[in-house]
Protein backbone atom coordinates (compact mmCIF):
# COMPACT_ATOMS: atom_id res chain seq x y z
CA UNK A 1 0.00 0.00 0.00
CA UNK A 2 0.99 3.63 -0.92
CA UNK A 3 1.63 5.66 1.55
CA UNK A 4 3.25 9.12 1.82
CA UNK A 5 3.18 11.16 5.10
CA UNK A 6 4.73 14.62 5.72
CA UNK A 7 5.43 16.09 8.29
CA UNK A 8 7.55 18.98 9.84
CA UNK A 9 5.29 21.97 9.29
CA UNK A 10 4.13 24.41 11.98
CA UNK A 11 3.37 28.06 12.81
CA UNK A 12 6.92 29.72 12.03
CA UNK A 13 7.69 33.70 12.20
CA UNK A 14 9.25 35.41 9.47
CA UNK A 15 12.89 35.08 8.81
CA UNK A 16 12.71 31.77 10.45
CA UNK A 17 13.60 28.24 8.70
CA UNK A 18 11.80 25.12 8.28
CA UNK A 19 12.58 21.44 7.17
CA UNK A 20 9.41 19.38 6.04
CA UNK A 21 9.96 16.08 6.24
CA UNK A 22 8.26 13.12 3.52
CA UNK A 23 8.31 9.46 4.20
CA UNK A 24 7.49 7.02 1.70
CA UNK A 25 6.23 3.57 1.44
CA UNK A 26 4.82 0.79 -1.02
CA UNK A 27 6.56 1.75 -4.14
CA UNK A 28 9.82 2.05 -5.44
CA UNK A 29 10.98 5.52 -4.27
CA UNK A 30 14.52 5.38 -5.65
CA UNK A 31 13.48 4.92 -9.03
CA UNK A 32 10.20 7.58 -8.86
CA UNK A 33 11.10 11.33 -10.09
CA UNK A 34 9.06 12.77 -7.03
CA UNK A 35 8.01 16.54 -5.71
CA UNK A 36 6.80 18.66 -3.14
CA UNK A 37 3.45 20.48 -3.91
CA UNK A 38 2.24 22.77 -1.93
CA UNK A 39 -1.74 24.39 -1.84
CA UNK A 40 -1.44 28.10 -0.65
CA UNK A 41 -5.57 29.68 0.56
CA UNK A 42 -7.42 29.89 -2.17
CA UNK A 43 -5.56 28.44 -4.79
CA UNK A 44 -4.80 25.19 -6.81
CA UNK A 45 -1.98 22.36 -5.76
CA UNK A 46 1.19 23.27 -7.28
CA UNK A 47 4.66 21.81 -8.02
CA UNK A 48 6.94 23.94 -6.51
CA UNK A 49 10.17 21.51 -6.42
CA UNK A 50 11.10 18.32 -8.02
CA UNK A 51 14.08 15.77 -7.62
CA UNK A 52 14.89 12.83 -9.99
CA UNK A 53 15.80 9.40 -9.28
CA UNK A 54 19.37 10.67 -9.76
CA UNK A 55 18.73 13.56 -7.63
CA UNK A 56 18.74 16.28 -9.62
CA UNK A 57 16.35 19.20 -8.21
CA UNK A 58 14.66 22.14 -9.99
CA UNK A 59 12.21 25.04 -8.72
CA UNK A 60 9.69 27.08 -9.96
CA UNK A 61 11.19 30.38 -9.99
CA UNK A 62 9.39 32.00 -6.89
CA UNK A 63 11.06 29.82 -4.67
CA UNK A 64 14.55 29.19 -6.31
CA UNK A 65 17.27 29.79 -3.62
CA UNK A 66 15.47 29.72 -0.67
CA UNK A 67 13.71 26.62 -0.65
CA UNK A 68 15.94 22.76 -1.02
CA UNK A 69 14.44 19.40 -1.51
CA UNK A 70 16.84 17.04 -1.21
CA UNK A 71 16.15 13.14 -0.69
CA UNK A 72 17.91 9.58 0.88
CA UNK A 73 16.85 6.96 -0.90
CA UNK A 74 18.45 4.45 1.79
CA UNK A 75 15.51 5.91 4.06
CA UNK A 76 12.59 6.63 1.47
CA UNK A 77 12.43 9.60 2.73
CA UNK A 78 12.47 13.78 1.25
CA UNK A 79 12.55 16.65 2.56
CA UNK A 80 12.21 20.47 1.84
CA UNK A 81 14.43 23.13 3.51
CA UNK A 82 12.25 26.60 3.49
CA UNK A 83 14.96 29.06 4.76
CA UNK A 84 13.73 33.04 5.21
CA UNK A 85 10.06 32.37 5.56
CA UNK A 86 7.84 34.69 4.43
CA UNK A 87 3.68 35.04 4.85
CA UNK A 88 3.41 33.63 1.12
CA UNK A 89 4.96 30.56 2.35
CA UNK A 90 1.58 29.89 4.14
CA UNK A 91 0.33 26.76 2.84
CA UNK A 92 -0.31 22.99 2.78
CA UNK A 93 2.58 21.28 1.69
CA UNK A 94 2.91 17.51 0.39
CA UNK A 95 4.91 15.80 -1.23
CA UNK A 96 4.44 13.41 -4.59
CA UNK A 97 5.52 11.37 -7.11
CA UNK A 98 6.16 13.92 -10.45
CA UNK A 99 4.16 12.00 -12.69
CA UNK A 100 1.36 12.30 -10.04
CA UNK A 101 0.25 8.97 -10.39
CA UNK A 102 -0.07 8.07 -6.64
CA UNK A 103 -2.26 9.30 -4.08
CA UNK A 104 -2.10 12.29 -1.93
CA UNK A 105 -0.84 12.40 1.58
CA UNK A 106 -2.59 14.24 4.44
CA UNK A 107 -0.14 17.16 3.79
CA UNK A 108 1.90 19.34 6.08
CA UNK A 109 0.30 22.94 6.93
CA UNK A 110 2.84 25.96 7.44
CA UNK A 111 1.48 29.13 8.79
CA UNK A 112 3.82 32.38 8.35
CA UNK A 113 1.71 35.03 9.50
CA UNK A 114 1.99 38.32 8.34
Known amino acids: QVQLVESGGGLVQPGESLTLTCVAS????????MGWFRQMPGAQRELVAR???????AYIESVTGRFTISRDNTKNTMTLQIASLIPENTAIYYC????????WGQGTKVTVPS
Open 96 to 103: KNVRGTLN
Open 26 to 33: GFDFRHTN
Open 51 to 57: ITQADNP
